[in-house]
């Protein structure tokens, strides 16, 4: 594919944003239309309202509808239906913005992408934090895994993306947080199994209850599947609890356990497009000649104490370890003269802690809002390098003692005058690293090296009450993003060491939005965006699940995304979520092509109904992507999709079923991209049609 771009202006042209109009205008003219005819329930506490939506996001609850900056909320429970991996990426799919790509290879984990940042991400999760109940599951570095998330246990996701997110440091894109459910009131007891397409099986235990002042909540679960595609059989095997004690109304401490073992997991890697025609489920050659996959181990232990200093201070602070053991064969030898080898043995051993302080005056002509805080997180790997010798661990290729830092203290405040709001705040980061080479001698040269990184980071903005249900705000922010250890891991000429050269990147955010709640049965969430970055990180090459990267000169992202939730009729329950990208190189010989990895569109719909006297309910979701394009040149390309999904069961008292078909048209698709795959296997699919059929047994 051929394609010239003469226009090298960062701002897209007048036929971009005629386009953008065209496509917003009818969907909010037809979505203000439905509103406006479905019935008000003016009721306080109606079930026919919507509930009022409380979020944290900003380090102070307070209504979603006052918080100037894009947060979209789900409601993840009960989890019966979603699966390790997959239930997460479908939930995911109804933030408007977020990408969530699901690489069928539980040795990747999931691809999730903000405002297309984390597109480039050849395994875990890049460019986004990852909280779960305030620990975090993104290390210093950036670096974030989903793999430690319990679905069984969630009960709502928090997604903050904007200029409002630089305030959690080292991340471009956004924030994800996600929050368990409290403990029940009346001691539980829930057993389970799932079953379902590909040999896929899961069996849970999940208990709860209260004692005086403690409370618990834990699950166990065992998961293991066969996989859509050749070698890409996995098992996993999950505890996560939490207890907390409240010595009195005022304040509580919960500790949290968090263990995850993945006793294996085979990685079918990618296809190009002639294997991905004649038969998705292929793996190719290698992959069985070097056993490609990968094994690991999590554990995370965190304390959590908050309490209220009289009615207008609030104090939290956090304490956490964790531990993680990786081994990893890639699809190659690696035996070539100063490389690293082909089998990844990474040791590490992370910990942290956070305090933020936050107060509230509302007893003034000018309501304040003060929060302040600092978080620190340091961790330490061994990273070893070994020979791949047909499946076999061989020769030692590389030995090294790697350790990073983040330190960040920030403030933020927000001051009101009548229906104006002004919000503000700022946050210093400091985020170091420092490699040991253990493994010199006269072929291999002293590898060792420190990189430190500086960065002060600020957001702004006005908001406008326009009325008791609706908000206006803009707002503006400039955030950073430094490379973690796996993107430093490797060099792009294929020498042994880390890539000292690659820099921090910069970026410039700019948001509108507006949020309406036209009837307590409706709400209306519109963003516009446009984020300029410089340095970004992006992928040089990707061989056989080895990638490298490079800093880019500029790009520029400009969008539109829309959020519409509602009930439209007794029982029923609709979800829709659109958003429009246009992400480009701005600079440089690949000025004006587009960003690879990164939908142009994405629409997600649901329709929900639930009888609440029989407990019976049904639903229907489908997502439609827009084609991506799989390299920097823009020469090859993923079409777009659409997925339909179907789902029917009951809930009693002594226990619930489900039926979930995925795929239901059983169309074919890439379910993720290689980025810059350095042997033209861009594409990883997604699955046929699949089932998904589960019973659980409850007392209470």
Not at 330 to 353: I, K, M, R
Not at 457 to 483: C, H, I, M, Q, V
Not at 550 to 572: F, Q, S, Y
């Amino acid at each position: 594919m051929n394609r010239v771009f003469p226009c090298r202006c960062i701002w897209p042209s007048g036929r971009f944003w005629a386009r953008a109009v065209g496509l917003s205008l009818p969907l909010l003219v037809l979505a203000a239309t439905a509103i406006a005819q479905m019935p008000d329930a003016s009721t306080d506490g109606d079930a026919g309202a919507l509930p009022l939506i409380v979020v944290s996001a900003t380090r102070n609850e307070e209504p979603e509808l006052d918080v100037p900056a894009s947060v979209s909320v789900i409601d993840a429970g009960p989890a019966q239906t979603a699966l390790p991996g997959s239930g997460l990426a479908r939930w995911l799919s109804q933030v408007p913005g977020l990408v969530a790509q699901d690489r069928l290879s539980y040795a990747q984990d999931l691809q999730i992408s903000l405002r297309g940042f984390g597109a480039r991400a050849s395994f875990g999760v890049r460019g986004i934090q990852i909280l779960l109940d305030g620990l975090p599951l993104t290390l210093p570095d950036g670096q974030s895994q989903t793999d430690p998330i319990n679905l069984l246990l969630l009960d709502r996701i928090e997604v903050l993306r904007g200029p409002t997110a630089v305030m959690y440091g080292n991340a471009a894109g956004g924030v994800i947080q996600l929050f368990s459910a409290n403990a029940p009131s009346r001691t539980l007891l829930d057993a389970g199994i799932r079953l379902g397409s590909d040999a896929t099986r899961e069996e849970y235990i999940r208990t709860g209850g209260q004692s005086g002042p403690l409370d618990y909540l834990a699950s166990i679960s065992n998961f293991s599947t066969s996989g859509f595609r050749d070698h890409s059989s996995a098992r996993r095997d999950h505890f996560y609890g939490k207890v907390r004690y409240r010595p009195d109304e005022s304040s509580s401490l919960t500790f949290i356990l968090n263990a995850e073992d993945q006793p294996f997991a085979e990685d079918p890697s990618s296809l190009n497009a002639g294997q991905l025609a004649e038969d998705p489920r292929q793996a190719v050659a290698r992959v069985f000649q070097y056993d490609a996959g990968e094994t690991h181990r999590h554990r995370q232990g965190g304390l959590v104490y908050e309490r209220e200093l009289g009615d207008q201070d609030h104090l939290q602070a956090t304490l956490w370890s964790a531990s993680r053991r990786v081994i990893q064969f890639l699809p190659f030898s690696g035996d070539e003269p100063l490389s690293s080898g082909a089998v990844v043995d990474l040791d590490s051993a992370s910990a942290g802690a956070s305090l933020h302080w936050s107060r509230t005056t509302r007893d003034s002509a000018l309501p304040r809002q003060w929060t302040a805080g600092f978080d620190f997180q340091r961790l330490h790997e061994t990273r070893k390098g070994f020979v791949n010798a047909d499946g076999i661990k061989g020769a030692l290729a590389r030995d090294e003692q790697d350790s990073s830092s983040k330190l960040g203290v920030f403030a933020q405040w927000r001051l009101g005058i009548e229906r104006w709001h002004l919000d503000a705040g700022i946050r210093h980061s400091r985020v170091a690293f420092d490699v040991d080479d253990r493994f010199v001698n006269a072929f291999n040269p002293d590898d060792s090296g420190q990189l430190d990184y500086s960065r002060t980071t600020a957001f702004a903005g006005p908001s406008w009450r326009a009325s008791s249900t609706s908000n206006l705000y803009l707002s503006f922010g400039k955030g950073f993003e430094t490379p973690s250890f796996a993107e430093l891991a490797y060099r792009p000429d294929g020498q042994n060491g880390l890539n000292f050269e690659l820099k921090p990147s910069t970026s410039r955010h700019v948001e509108a939005g507006y949020k309406a709640n036209p009837s307590n049965t409706a709400r209306i969430r519109l963003a516009a965006f446009s984020i300029e970055s410089d340095n970004e990180i992006l992928t040089a090459s990707n061989v056989d699940g080895r990638s490298t990267f490079r800093n880019a000169g500029g790009t520029t992202r400009k969008g539109l995304e829309l959020g519409l939730d509602g009930k439209p009729g007794e029982n029923l329950e609709a979800t829709l979520a659109w958003s429009l990208l246009i992400a480009r190189f701005s600079s440089g010989p690949l000025s004006g092509s587009r960003l690879p990895g990164i939908p142009r569109s994405t629409l997600f719909g649901s329709l929900h109904w639930e009888n609440p006297d029989s407990g019976l309910h049904a639903s229907v979701d489908a997502l439609w992507r827009g084609r991506m394009f799989a390299d920097d040149a823009n020469l090859h390309e993923a079409g777009g999709s659409l997925r339909l999904g179907l789902e029917l069961g009951k809930r009693q008292r002594w226990g619930n079923w489900f039926l979930r078909l995925d795929n239901a048209l059983d169309r074919s698709s890439v379910g993720a991209v290689v980025v810059n795959s350095g042997n033209g296997r861009y594409f990883q699919p997604a699955t046929d049609r699949t089932i998904l059929i589960g019973f659980n047994l409850q007392r209470d």
